[in-house]
């Protein structure tokens, strides 16, 4: 009985969970890779993080959504 409450209740936080995320990333400002050229930056990917990332101009750092 206690097992399945709790596999109950993971995954009814797992499903919120996955429900917010992509609001929360669409709420997220992020620079594209034409907006980080015209600032005279380039496009790198970063394998520590497994992101493409702006490097150099105005958006240096900034990861390119």
């Keep these: ?13 797992l499903a919120a969970l996955g429900a917010v995320a992509p609001a929360v990333q669409a709420a997220a400002p992020g620079i594209d890779a034409p907006g980080c050229r015209h600032t005279h930056g380039t496009v790198q990917y970063d394998p520590g993080s497994g992101r493409w990332i702006c490097v150099g101009g105005s958006h240096d750092g900034e990861s390119i959504n």
């Design 1 to 13: 009985m206690r097992t399945r409450l709790l596999t109950f209740i993971a995954a009814a936080i």
